[in-house]
């Protein structure tokens, strides 16, 4: 089976000499849900960078659905976001005063679906993380776990190869965490790929494969039957 | 491996991304817009208050025509006021293309309210002749009572032209004046007449009327004569010469309307101060312009990032960022517009101006909205797109 992500020994150092990533091999397989854990500093946020092609490596190589991103310009690297790959940050990243109808439509605004499209996509993708009653509320209307579920929705609306979520509880109580948590798994169950930065042992727990992270290197990776 | 569609914004997206920009800082946006909308709205009133007023002047020109000229006797060699002979009327009349001769002469006599007033105290008012063709040469209008007719040219009666009805403070027909010694019945009133402000400031007596109650010896001191449009240069080079043969370097001969086409053509050349106020406040809008969009991209690093995530390109990006300073100009422009062509509308209306705000003026106006958005927005453009995604999430 062809790996959705490749790492082949990628090197990330920072401009300030800092070296996050210090040769990293991974490889991400179709429906896999994946924990990434490690200590503060580690360089777990730096390699979903790379996963995510949101920033290219000092070096080796990042492969994407077969996709060798070093040799590709910042306009494919865009679309190969745009159509494959799905975020979920810590904070949500919502737009005020934007109906959560909206705010998930737009994961699909560089995606050329037109808005009517869109809309109707975003309403089943709210409906998946079971917000199909709050189609027209504003973030501010909404608690943060409900918020953060709207940022699942707008990761996965345009039904990504993988989805990343780097802390996705980290801002939220332990009830909203495990609503966003049960959120992913029913989400990984349906079939989507799913890798998880997490401090939470219950988030890594929950995970069928956890990555250890420690000073820039993988330390373990361990597969644990569910 | 899976294949990679290209990330793609559409236009329609790319507007509504850009007014979504604008509708979450609304005071932000009134107030940066203000600027260029203040500076758009001088220039269009400049222009339009300017070409009205011209517009105005150009259709007086064209009812008052442009093909009347006056002959004026002048002075003799030895300084004395010359005079034009009698038969000059006539002379003139026999040019080819002239169709309409009039003549004034002045007269000794002035004319008062009543018999008790001062003889000095003239009020600037003098006593003309006239020709019973001068109202319809230049173009006057009656604005009460009547003209001359062949019967009442002959009696004690005057019309009065606009000015000189006022400084009398007689405006109605049937008061009696005391002129040259006598009573004299005023017949009518007079409107302005644009092309021979003279004749506003005269009491006119019929032609025979003068020679008989006034003693007028009947040479003519003013000739008003018009022909056809064409020949006006034509009758021009021969008047002095078929008016006084003897001396026709003595007499003068000019176009009234010349006056008024040079009115005109300055009112049409604005006031370039006002317009330089213009451009100044659209610059000044142009800086807060940009400073607006400078802060906006600062505020929106995150946002820049999460739509950096979510595929969009370098390029839609920079086309975000310009279409909000488009709009946002385009906003001020749009408003200084309606501002700018209200206040012309108004002026021209409280002057009985015909309203005229040119077309190029409203294109220019876009033009110079476009210019400005694209050039305030073009460097916080390009630096939300240099943005790199990942420091633009790490922004807290
Ligand atoms: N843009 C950057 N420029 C310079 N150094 C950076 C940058 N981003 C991260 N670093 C450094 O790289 C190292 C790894 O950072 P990274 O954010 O990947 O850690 P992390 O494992 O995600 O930590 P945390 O759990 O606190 O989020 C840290 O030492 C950090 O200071
Ligand atoms: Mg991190």
């Given at each position: 089976m062809t790996p959705i992500v490749r790492l082949e020994n990628v090197v990330k150092t920072y401009d300030g000499g800092v070296a996050a990533l210090r040769g990293v091999d991974l490889d991400i397989f179709p429906g896999e849900l994946l924990a990434i854990v490690g200590p503060s500093g580690s360089g777990k946020s730096t390699l979903l960078h790379m996963m995510g092609v949101l920033d290219r490596p000092t070096s080796g190589r990042v492969i994407i659905a077969g996709h060798d991103i070093g040799r590709l310009p910042d306009r494919e690297l865009s679309g190969l976001r745009a159509s494959l790959l799905g975020f979920v940050f810590q904070q949500f990243h919502l737009a005020a005063g934007v109906s959560a109808l909206d705010n998930v439509a737009d994961g699909m605004l560089y995606s050329g679906v037109p808005l009517s499209e869109r809309r109707r996509r975003a309403a089943l993708a709210l409906e998946r993380v079971g917000l199909g009653e709050r189609l027209t509320h504003r973030p501010h209307e909404l608690s943060g776990g409900e918020q953060q579920r709207v940022a699942v929705a707008r990761a996965v609306v345009r039904e990504p190869a993988i989805l990343y979520a780097d802390e996705p509880t980290g801002n939220l109580d332990s009830a909203s965490g495990a609503e966003v948590l049960g959120v992913l798994r029913t989400l990984h169950a349906d079939g989507t790929t799913i890798a998880i930065i997490t401090h939470e042992h219950e988030v890594a727990a929950a995970a069928g494969r956890q990555v250890s992270v420690r000073d820039g290197r993988i330390v373990s990776d361990v597969r644990s039957p569910l | 491996m899976t294949a990679v569609t290209p990330s793609r914004l559409m236009a329609r997206d790319l507007l509504r991304v850009g007014l979504a920009g604008l509708r979450v800082r609304r005071t932000r946006v009134a107030l940066a817009s203000l600027g260029i909308a203040i500076g758009i709205a001088t220039m269009v009133a400049v222009v339009g208050i300017s070409s009205s007023s011209q517009a105005d002047l150009l259709r007086r020109l064209d009812e008052l025509g442009t093909n009347m000229l006056t002959v004026k006797a002048g002075q003799t060699l030895q300084g004395e006021d010359a005079k034009l002979p009698e038969q000059s009327v006539a002379m003139v009349s026999?040019?080819?293309?002239?169709?309409a001769v009039a003549a004034t002469g002045d007269l000794e006599a002035s004319v008062y309210r009543?018999?008790?007033?001062?003889?000095?105290?003239?009020?600037g008012i003098s006593v003309r002749a006239a020709t019973l063709g001068l109202l319809e040469t230049v173009q006057g209008r009656v604005r009460t009572g009547s003209w001359f007719t062949t019967a009442s040219a002959s009696f004690p009666t005057v019309v009065l032209g606009d000015l000189a009805s006022r400084r009398l403070g007689v405006t109605a027909p049937g008061a009696q004046v005391w002129l040259g010694g006598r009573w004299f019945t005023v017949l009518g009133v007079l409107d302005p007449v644009p092309l021979a402000p003279g004749i506003d400031r005269a009491a006119l007596v019929g032609w025979e009327g003068a020679r008989d109650l006034l003693s007028f010896d009947g040479h003519p001191t003013m000739l008003y004569e018009r022909s056809t449009p064409e020949y006006v240069e034509a009758v021009r080079s021969v008047l002095p010469r078929t008016v006084n043969p003897e001396y026709p370097e003595e007499v003068t001969v000019s176009r009234p309307s010349d006056a008024l086409a040079a009115r005109a053509a300055t009112a049409g050349a604005f006031t370039n101060l006002l317009l330089g106020l213009g451009a100044v406040a659209l610059l000044v809008g142009g800086v807060g312009v940009a400073n607006t969009m400078v802060v906006s991209v600062l505020e929106r690093r995150r946002e820049i990032g999460l739509r950096r995530a979510l595929g969009a390109t370098r390029g839609h990006i920079r086309a975000q960022f310009l279409a909000e300073s488009l709009l946002l100009s385009g906003l001020g422009g749009v408003a200084g517009l309606a501002l700018g062509t209200l206040v012309t509308i108004g002026y021209a209306v409280s002057n009985g101006f015909p309203t005229l705000v040119p077309l190029w003026a409203i294109g220019g106006g876009l033009g110079a909205v476009v210019v400005i958005g694209s050039v305030a927005g073009l460097y916080p453009a390009v630096r939300a797109a240099r943005l790199s995604p990942t420091v633009a999430l790490g922004t807290a």
């Open positions: - | 026999r040019i080819e293309s002239v169709y009543t018999d008790r007033i001062p003889a000095d105290r003239t009020g």
